[in-house]
């Protein structure tokens, strides 16, 4: 059976995530995490809408429809410390093993960011994370990325530059 990419945009673009700032809450997951619940199914979203449009409907980095949905991301992004402190504070975990979920769509939009703000803030965001090997690699290739984006004025390809720098990645 084969799916069109168009209907599965349009699935991306209307789903409506299970958990949402209202929630009363369920026996797995308190209402206190409910926001972050919602924000960490609009990430994962938000990604596979970029990569849709990027990969496979081809649209470029520049394009208003992509800068939005990155821009959102960045923003959604943005807002997980917040959401994050009370689970963090609950659990007195000394690794937050949850938010290095985020690492992975933390990476991919930050290797199509070109504003040194937005940059500056996803290589802040993965150190934050911990000091795991594959994070290190991640800001390697992204260093390299958007160094290859700044000297050609093309956004890079990610995945071009690590095979480059003879690096693998571990996403998790």
Excluded at 39 to 50: A, C, D, K, M, P
Excluded at 66 to 91: E, F, G, H, Q
Excluded at 128 to 140: R, S, T
Excluded at 149 to 154: C, F, M
Aim: overall charge neutral.
């Amino acid at each position: 059976m084969s799916i069109s990419v168009t209907t599965v945009r349009n699935a991306l673009a209307t789903y409506v995530p299970a958990f949402t700032v209202f929630d009363k809450g369920k026996p797995r997951h308190p209402t206190t995490m409910a926001a972050e619940l919602a924000v960490e199914q609009e990430i994962w979203r938000s990604l596979g809408l970029i990569l849709v449009d990027r990969d496979l409907h081809k649209k470029s980095t520049y394009d208003p429809v992509m800068r939005d949905n990155i821009a959102l991301m960045i923003s959604l992004l943005r807002s997980l410390p917040t959401l994050s402190a009370m689970r963090k504070l609950k659990d007195g975990l000394l690794m937050d093993w949850w938010s290095s979920f985020y690492t992975t769509p933390a990476f991919i939009v930050g290797s199509l960011v070109t504003e040194l703000a937005d940059r500056n803030f996803i290589r802040r965001f993965l150190r934050e994370q911990g000091p795991e090997k594959a994070l290190e690699d991640m800001l390697v290739i992204l260093e390299c990325t958007w160094g290859q984006t700044d000297r050609t004025g093309v956004v890079a390809d990610w995945h071009t530059e690590m095979t480059r720098l003879g690096l693998s990645l571990i996403f998790f």
